[in-house]
């Protein structure tokens, strides 16, 4: 079955140390992986596509089939880092997100 | 104004009543979708639209009736719900429901909380 698990319900970690926030999936075809964040008050909104290889906000996420994850990294967590964070994977067959239940991150000053 | 827009913002109800909550989208967008977001689960997909024809009810309870008049306007009719249908409502669009378009970026709304009383 199609799923994204994201394991930590809760991450918290001090300002300027490396972030990690884990993602792994099951998926039988090839997948497309999403990061969505969403800040206090705020809409949730997409972060990062894997397709794009792009960096975000100082946010890298690596696709790696073989561990089947997509762990979204940043080297120097900042304040406003402090958010929820989806994984999300596209389901081709339907054009819809499979999602993870999110990782609230909490920067500690 | 631009984006996803939502009303209410916050709507409490009881059993009995009915109401219906709005989604407008200012994008140009071709699919719509009505998600519940519950605390500590995963977004549940609820309804999704493509040019106004409803592609999938992920088997949402009778009570939750969609409506999608055009392809920028979303409604969620509401009647007799349960304390447990309380959360929080997102509308989204996307550009395209199709190989060629789907891109995976969904343009969320600010939500509507909804309480069940």
């Known amino acids: 079955a199609q799923r994204v698990t994201q394991p930590e319900k809760l991450l918290s970690v001090f300002k300027g140390a490396p972030v990690e926030l884990k993602c792994n999936y099951s998926?039988?075809?090839?997948?497309?992986l999403f990061w969505y964040v969403q800040y206090s008050r705020q809409r949730l909104q997409l972060l990062l596509r894997?397709?794009?290889?792009?960096s975000i906000k100082g946010f890298t996420a690596d696709l790696n089939k073989g561990e089947t994850s997509f762990h979204l990294k940043k080297p120097f967590a900042q304040e406003e880092d402090s958010a929820m964070y989806y994984c999300?994977?596209?389901?081709?067959?339907?054009?819809?997100?499979?999602w993870g239940a999110g990782t609230k991150l909490i920067i500690k000053p | 104004e631009t984006g996803v827009t939502q009303t209410p913002r916050h709507l409490v109800m009881g059993m009995t009543n009915k109401k219906s909550l709005k989604c407008e989208q200012h994008?140009?967008?071709?699919?719509m979708y009505w998600y519940k977001q519950s605390a500590k689960k995963p977004l549940e997909l609820m309804f999704v639209?493509?040019?106004?024809?409803?592609?999938e009810n992920n088997s949402v309870p009778s009570r939750f009736s969609p409506e999608c008049p055009n392809s920028s306007h979303l409604f969620l009719h509401l009647h007799t719900l349960q304390p447990e249908d309380s959360a929080l409502y997102l509308c989204?669009?996307?550009?395209?429901?199709?190989?060629?378009?789907?891109?995976?970026?969904?343009?969320f709304g600010e939500g509507s909380r909804l309480t069940v009383l």
């Open positions: 994008l140009g967008h071709n699919a």
């Open positions: 639209y493509s040019l106004e024809e409803r592609v």
């Open positions: 999300a994977l596209s389901d081709d067959s339907n054009y819809q997100l499979i």
């Open positions: 998926y039988s075809g090839s997948p497309e």
């Open positions: 894997h397709i794009s290889r792009e």
């Open positions: 989204a669009s996307s550009q395209e429901l199709s190989p060629k378009g789907f891109t995976g970026e969904l343009f």
